[in-house]
């Protein structure tokens, strides 16, 4: 019977690929996102709120984040903006408080998206730095869903969505913090995941979202082979965040965005470390950090100017 329900996933799953399933409804759901000032966090706003959904915003920047509600508001949505840091798990609770007495209701939809990265090699990175990698990209998510995840069982209906990375399911040199905080959201993603199917909390569903690069800034300079560029080309952030939509709104457990990094996923658990090695070297993704560290650096030092 086992190997049989795992031939029936394997096919339902491949199927999937061709024939989407019916998505679900999600108007006058409550959708908190984390980082939603930044780059793929307004898309995520965007994005619900053209489903019927009400966002709540939460960042540490209130400025960005007050853009992001604007945009949320001249769509005719609702957005309710909160300044927050993430790392910090008594603001967490307390804002996570304010907003249940604010909107005297329960977010349903969490979306963990808030990231960042030090954008320095290990040995010259200054340990704030890294710890704060952990913090942000990490530590924050057992803050969130500690804060919010009750409710949802309580109701036994909601959401815990999880932006990762691809950098948390394979690595790469010179990005030591941020593989080492992706790879632990990844694992307190799937072990959570585990741990709601193991009690049969079946109406709380999660998704771990990994995308390979995206255009928002965040990885500016990061370079593969040129050739190899050609087919694996960093993603427009519009794109990640439909592709990101269309897995939550089906209650897919994983995506990796684009497909094709499935692949490398799949190399570094088969193939020998050494094979893997020689495969990084010939696309030229063993050093692709490095351009970016460069420029991470010309940018702190205003030789170039960011919008
Ligand atoms: N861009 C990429 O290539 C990829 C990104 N990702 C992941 O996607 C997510 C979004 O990335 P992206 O939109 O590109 O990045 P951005 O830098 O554009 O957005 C991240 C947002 O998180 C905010 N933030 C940072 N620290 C905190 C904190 N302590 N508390 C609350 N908010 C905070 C940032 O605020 P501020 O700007 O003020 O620091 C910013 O608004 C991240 O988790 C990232 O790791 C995954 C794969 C690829
Ligand atoms: C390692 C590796 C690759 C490059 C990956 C890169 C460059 C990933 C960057 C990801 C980022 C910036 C994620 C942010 O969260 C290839 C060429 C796909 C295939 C071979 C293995």
Known sequence: MMLLDVIYFILRNSLRVIMRPRTK?????LVLIT????????LF?????????????????????????????????????YTVDVTKREDVYRNAELVR?????????????????AGERMLDCPDE????????????????VKAFLPQMKAQNHGHIVTIASVLGLFSTAGVEDYCASKFAAVGFHESLAHELLTEEVQGVKTTLVCPYIVDTGMFEGCRIREEVELIFAPLEPQYCVEQAMN???????????????????????????ESNVVMYRFMGSDKCMYPFIDNKRQVANGCIKVE
């Not at 409804?25 to 759901?29: A, L, P, T």
């Not at 980082?35 to 307004?42: C, F, I, Q, T």
């Not at 897995?247 to 190399?267: E, G, K, N, S, W």
Request: proline share 4%; net charge neutral.
């Open 35 to 42: 980082g939603s000032g930044g780059g793929l966090g307004r």
């Open 247 to 273: 897995a939550i709104l089906i209650d897919q457990p994983l995506v990796c965005i684009p497909r094709l990094t499935y692949l490398p996923f799949l190399a570094r658990a088969l193939l020998p470390w």
């Open 45 to 81: 706003a965007q994005e619900f709120t053209k489903h019927g959904a009400d966002v709540v915003l939460w960042d540490i920047s209130s400025t960005c984040n007050e853009q992001t509600a604007k945009l949320v508001h001249e769509m005719g949505g609702k957005a309710h903006v």
């Open 25 to 29: 409804q999600i108007e006058g759901e």
């Open 129 to 144: 730095l890294m710890e704060r990698t952990m913090k942000v990209n990490s530590h924050a998510h057992f803050w969130t």
């Open 101 to 117: 007495k604010d909107l005297g209701r329960d977010v349903t939809i969490l979306v963990n998206n808030a990231g960042v990265v």
